[in-house]
Structures are given as structure tokens and as C-alpha cells.
């Protein structure tokens, strides 16, 4: 009897369908990832041998390089060391930990908060917790790949829907109440590629009809939109509405990590249960002295202030875009009717290959920008996700808005 031959494990990795686009882009210098970043983050950084205005990065309020948060980074690693070498339930919390839980739950507005090593960990560790088979989870088709990745470890039936399609959420809560578990809506606040803003409002409105609870990423929204900076939910005014949130560092908090808040006996149980906070090494000092800072600063008058200027950045770089005819996603409605924006200033473009030849063009003209193709974006829908930060000036945006005009020409892009 003839043994069949074993399959290669590795020949996806070989034969990919992407491999000769790969191929393609790496020889002629195309790649538009992992690029080298050769010092500070900042409005203006030193990547790849010469200075580039970076319009691509997550540093919303541009703390990453503040004196303050510096030194207590330095402060906490010279405290504790280069790491805790332990996970938060043995010897891995300090109280820098408990410190930054309380204020993180004084900012949110809720009884707890538990701070997990990455955002990435918080969504997968939440989700894969609270859910199990027999629950439903309703997701968002444009929730962030930790949201469907931590739905898919809890093994809980899943009803997406159409991304900001309210009409397909209401159905899909229909059909979700006759299904026998418990059930739980996840929404981004802000959502990472387009920029565009949910509206927790109607989510919330629509759950609460249904029974069902809702749960916020609020990954970009954090420091970002509210009067206190804490996101999407208290943009709308439904904060006490919201059953969990979720927040990272490493956006607007300028280090890394990220926390759930909610219930006090939710949190409790997610310290006890959830893997991904259980199973991982707590952040390294320096990450936790970062973010207390920097969450403090961010709460202060000095926030606000922050926060100004990061939106009339946003608002400037819109304009300035969609006035050279590039097609520009628009902010979407906040609950008075005026635009609310968002530091994420999307440039559609549409074929991959189009997207990728403008990225080079700018980068080779000295302006970093992200590029998001499929399966980041719809097919067809590839676009070039530029970011602001409160600490670009006008020159900054000016210059980089001059090289987008040239890069176009350049690139054979059209608008």
C-alpha cells in the first residue's frame, strides 16, 4: 500500500497570490512597509538617510517626544529595570499599574480598568473571555482585525454587517434575540482606515431596544474626540449607555499597551480568566510610566488645548486636499449635525498599483503616508491614509500638500 504524500506546510508560503506583486514591488523599491524609522517619532522624522514629514503616524497629540513623558518613562525604568519578566498575576504588577487603572477608569467614567501589555491583547483577551458557543456577537464588517480575531477564539456565532449599514445592525439584533445566548454588539469608535466615526449613538439605542450589550474600541478615539478626550462615546453622550470600552496606548497615550474599562465585576473577571492577560508578560516599566503621563496631560487643561489643535490640523489638511481634487473621505456627522473630525485624513485612490506609485512618489519627495490595499480595504477601494498630529505646524502641511500636487503628476495617479 502506497503512503499519499504529506503536504507541504509550506507551500502557501511559496505560492502565495500575492508573491510575484511582492516580488515586483521589493525590486523596483516599491514596498510601501517596513520602512526604517532612524529616530524620533514627530511631525518631521529621519527615515531611510533624509528627513520626511510624516503624515502616517498614530501619534495624535504628539507626546511621544514631551519632556515629561520622557522622564517618566526614565524615571520608571530606572525604578524597576528593563522589565518585569512576569505576567500581572505573579510578580509582573506594580503600582504603576493600579495608578494608571484607577485614572483610566476615572477618565472613562467607569467603576474599573484593567490594563493589558498591547491593545491587540485587550480585544482578543475581552472577547475571547466573555464569549462562548451559544452567545452571539455582532461585529461591525470594518471592527479591527483584534475584534474578529478575539470573536473567533470565543467560537461564539458571529452576524456581521455591512460597515456603518444601522439598518443591517437592527436586523441583525432581530435575529441575534432568537438565538438563545447572550449577546454582545462590537463597534469601533473610530475606525482606523477611513477615519470615519460611528454613531455609538443609534448602536447604543439600537442594543438597549434588543437587550443586548455593546462593547466600543475606542483605539483612535481616545484622547482625541469629546471635551474630556474620552472618544466616540462621549462625543455622542452615551457613556453610561456603553457596557465596555477599549482603549490603547499607542495612539494618542504615546507609549504601548491597552485596557478595558467597565463593571467592576466584569473587570474582576477578566483578571481572573482572560488568557491574554494571564498568559503575557506585563508591559515593560517604562511603557506604564509613558502612559500615566501621558494620560495625565492628556486629562489637563493641556489636553484640550492638544486636542484643538490636532482637529484644526485635520481640518486643514482636508481642505487643503480635497482643493487640489483629491477624492478625500468626508467627516461623518457628529449629533449636532457638524462635521466630526478625526486625525485620519483618507486619500482614495482605488487600484492598488495607483495607490502604491503615489505613496513613492510622496516618500520620494519627502512626505511618509500609509497605504491601505485589499484586504485592508473593499477591493478597488485602495486609498492613502494620511494622519495629523497636533504638533505639525502649518509649513508642515503646506509643504506636504505642495509635494501631493507634484506626486500626482509624478505618478500618473490622476485625482
Known sequence: MTTPAATDLFAKARGHERLDQ?????????????????GEAGPVVAME?????????????????D????????????????????????????????????????????DDALVFTTGYQANVGCLSTLLEPGDT?????????????????????????????????????????????GVLCVVDGVFS?????????????????????????????????????????????????????MGTFSKSIASCGGFIAGPADVIDFLRVQARAFLFTAAAVPAAIGAALEALRICRSDEGGELRARL??????????????????????????????????????????????????ALYDAGVYTNVALYP??????????????????PEHLDRALAVFEQAREDSGSGS
Open 311 to 360: 482637529l484644526d490640523n485635520a481640518r486643514y489638511l482636508h481642505r487643503g486636499l480635497s482643493e487640489l481634487g483629491f477624492d478625500v473621505v468626508e467627516p461623518t456627522p457628529g449629533p449636532d449635525g457638524e462635521p466630526l473630525l478625526t486625525p485620519i485624513v483618507p486619500v482614495v485612490v482605488g487600484d492598488d498599483w495607483q495607490a502604491v506609485l503615489l505613496w513613492k
Open 137 to 181: 456577537v455582532i461585529c461591525d464588517s470594518g471592527d479591527h482585525a483584534s475584534i474578529l480575531d478575539g470573536v473567533a477564539m470565543s467560537r461564539a456565532r458571529v452576524r456581521p454587517f455591512r460597515h456603518n449599514r444601522l439598518d443591517k445592525l437592527e436586523t441583525m439584533l432581530e435575529r441575534a434575540s432568537g438565538d438563545g445566548g
Open 193 to 245: 482606515m477611513e477615519g470615519d466615526v460611528c454613531d455609538v449613538a443609534r448602536v447604543a439605542e439600537l442594543c438597549r431596544a434588543q437587550g443586548a450589550r455593546l462593547m466600543v474600541d475606542e483605539a483612535h478615539g481616545v484622547g482625541v474626540l469629546g471635551e474630556r478626550g474620552a472618544g466616540a462615546c462621549e462625543a455622542f453622550g452615551v457613556e453610561d449607555e456603553v457596557d465596555l470600552r
Open 376 to 393: 485592508a480595504v473593499p477591493r478597488g477601494g485602495a486609498l492613502l491614509r494620511t494622519s495629523v498630529m497636533a504638533t505639525h505646524e
Open 22 to 38: 511582492l516580488a515586483a514591488a521589493r525590486e523596483h523599491d516599491l514596498l510601501p512597509y517596513f520602512r526604517l524609522l532612524e
Open 67 to 110: 519632556p515629561r513623558v520622557k522622564r517618566a518613562a526614565a524615571d520608571a525604568l530606572e525604578h524597576y529595570g528593563t522589565a518585569l519578566t512576569g505576567s500581572r498575576l505573579l510578580n509582573g504588577t506594580v503600582p504603576l499599574h493600579s495608578e494608571l487603572e484607577r485614572e483610566i477608569a476615572e477618565w472613562m467614567g467607569t
Open 49 to 65: 538617510g533624509r528627513e520626511r514629514i510624516m503624515l502616517g503616524s498614530n501619534n495624535y497629540l504628539g507626546l511621544t517626544r
